[in-house]
Structure formats: structure tokens, C-alpha cells
């Protein structure tokens, strides 16, 4: 087993120490979740999801696989805020420091995850929010029980 959903539930972890009280400019590790999500336009709620975008099988022996993941954070910060296009850049900004450069929380088989890049996406009008988005990037391994 990869261990995916251990993977996830560690990058939910970091972000959720995203709190003004920990040296932060935002409190965006409030409402994190594991799970792509949207807004009704009727909420004020900035929320943060964390989740598995990609893997792909990058070499294969008889006994062991390495893969190559990406897990996308979005922070769907509400553009009703005054404030709206600061907070998605100290969101941003908070995110990227959040993850650590060194992955030792991680599964034993898990090899790096680091920050692949960021983005803040405005919406169409009519779109209650700015999306600030952030690739992570890693690899990790599998040991298989039966020879391919």
C-alpha cells in the first residue's frame, strides 16, 4: 500500500496550523478539509481543501513501484471580504510556508513532497471567491507482494 490517505491527512495537518496565533498572517487552517469543495456565495467562511490530483506510475520492478503524486491545496477566500484580493496573497503566502521542506512526518515510504507552485485565480462574475491554489509535488514507493 501507498498510503495515500495517510499522505493527505499529513498535508491537511500542516495547513491547519495556519492560524494568526502561531505567526501567521491569516487564519485559513480554521476550516481545512480533505476534499474538493465549492461555495454557495452565501457564506463568508474562508475554507482550505486538501487533496490527491494526480498519480503516476513512474518506474515498476518485479517487486517495488514508484509513484509520483500531486495534491492541490485551494483556499476559496469569499470576495464579499474588503479585503479579498490581500487575504488570497497572505493565504498564498501562509500555505507555502506552512509545508515543510523536509517531509519527516511523512510515511517511511513516502521520498519528498515540496511546494510545485501557486496561483491566485480570479473568477467570472457572478463566482463568490478568489481561488488561491498550490501544487505539491512528491514521490513515494510501494513494495509489492507478487512480481509483475
Same mark, same amino acid.
Given at each position: 500500500?501507498?498510503?495515500? /490517505?495517510?499522505?493527505?491527512?499529513?498535508?491537511?495537518?500542516? =495547513?491547519?496550523?495556519?492560524?494568526?496565533? %502561531?505567526?501567521?498572517?491569516? #487564519?485559513?487552517?480554521?476550516?481545512?478539509?480533505?476534499?474538493?469543495?465549492?461555495? #454557495?456565495? %452565501?457564506?463568508?467562511?474562508?475554507?482550505?481543501?486538501?487533496?490527491?490530483?494526480?498519480?503516476? =506510475?513512474?518506474?515498476?520492478?518485479?517487486?517495488?513501484?514508484?509513484?509520483?503524486?500531486?495534491?492541490?491545496? /485551494?483556499?476559496?477566500?469569499?470576495? !464579499?471580504?474588503?479585503?479579498? /484580493?490581500?487575504? $488570497? =496573497?497572505?493565504?498564498? /503566502?501562509?500555505?507555502?510556508?506552512?509545508?515543510?521542506?523536509?517531509? +519527516?512526518?511523512?510515511? !517511511? %515510504?513516502?521520498?519528498?513532497?515540496?511546494?510545485?507552485?501557486?496561483?491566485?485565480?480570479?473568477?467570472?462574475?457572478?463566482?463568490?471567491?478568489?481561488?488561491?491554489?498550490?501544487?505539491?509535488?512528491?514521490? +513515494?514507493?510501494?513494495?509489492?507482494?507478487?512480481? $509483475?
Amino acid at each position: 500500500m501507498i498510503g495515500l /490517505e495517510t499522505i493527505v491527512g499529513q498535508g491537511a495537518a500542516w =495547513l491547519r496550523v495556519i492560524r494568526i496565533v %502561531n505567526g501567521y498572517a491569516t #487564519d485559513a487552517g480554521a476550516h481545512v478539509v480533505t476534499e474538493a469543495v465549492g461555495m #454557495d456565495g %452565501n457564506t463568508s467562511t474562508l475554507i482550505v481543501a486538501v487533496y490527491l490530483s494526480d498519480l503516476t =506510475l513512474v518506474k515498476s520492478t518485479p517487486m517495488r513501484r514508484d509513484w509520483q503524486m500531486e495534491m492541490q491545496v /485551494e483556499a476559496r477566500i469569499p470576495i !464579499s471580504s474588503k479585503t479579498a /484580493e490581500a487575504q $488570497a =496573497l497572505a493565504v498564498l /503566502e501562509d500555505v507555502i510556508h506552512a509545508i515543510p521542506t523536509k517531509s +519527516c512526518d511523512m510515511p !517511511s %515510504n513516502f521520498q519528498t513532497l515540496d511546494v510545485a507552485g501557486g496561483s491566485i485565480q480570479r473568477q467570472p462574475d457572478g463566482v463568490p471567491y478568489i481561488v488561491v491554489g498550490v501544487t505539491l509535488r512528491g514521490t +513515494c514507493y510501494e513494495y509489492t507482494s507478487q512480481p $509483475a
